[in-house]
Nanobody, 121 residues
Framework: QVQLVESGGGLVQPGGSLRLSCAAS????????MGWYRQAPGKQRELVAD???????KYADSVKGRFTISKDNAKNTVYLQMSSLKPEDTAVYYC???????????????WGQGTQVTVSS
């Protein structure tokens, strides 16, 4: 079992910055990757960025060059630094952890409770 606690959302003006944090606890040694997804009203949840246990990152095209994902292994925490925010970045942001549950490599997804990010003037 892995528990994820997010923080850092809020209201920001267009062009501004925010940093989201996601702290993992529990069976953290079994985490294969962590990432951030977002869901805007009326839209499907989409991947924003993720980072593997070896540090390989992936970004949605819409955030490349503006968002940076990073992790602190000692704190079991992943961060999403968001800059040059746009109104279309407004969404609930969810932390995700992909956890290996057996020796065959089967994985299970764990989710945080979500944090609201609103970009508006």
């Amino acid at each position: 079992q892995v528990q994820l606690v997010e923080s850092g959302g809020g209201l920001v003006q267009p062009g501004g910055s925010l940093r989201l944090s996601c702290a993992a606890s529990g069976s953290t040694l079994s985490i294969n990757a962590m990432g951030w997804y977002r869901q805007a009203p009326g839209k499907q949840r989409e991947l924003v960025a993720d980072i593997t246990s070896s540090g390989i990152t992936k970004y949605a095209d819409s955030v490349k060059g503006r968002f940076t994902i990073s992790k602190d292994n000692a704190k079991n925490t992943v961060y999403l630094q968001m800059s040059s925010l746009k109104p279309e970045d407004t969404a609930v942001y969810y932390c995700n952890a992909v956890v290996v549950v057996n020796i065959d490599g089967v994985t299970v997804d764990y989710w945080g409770q979500g944090t609201q990010v609103t970009v508006s003037s």
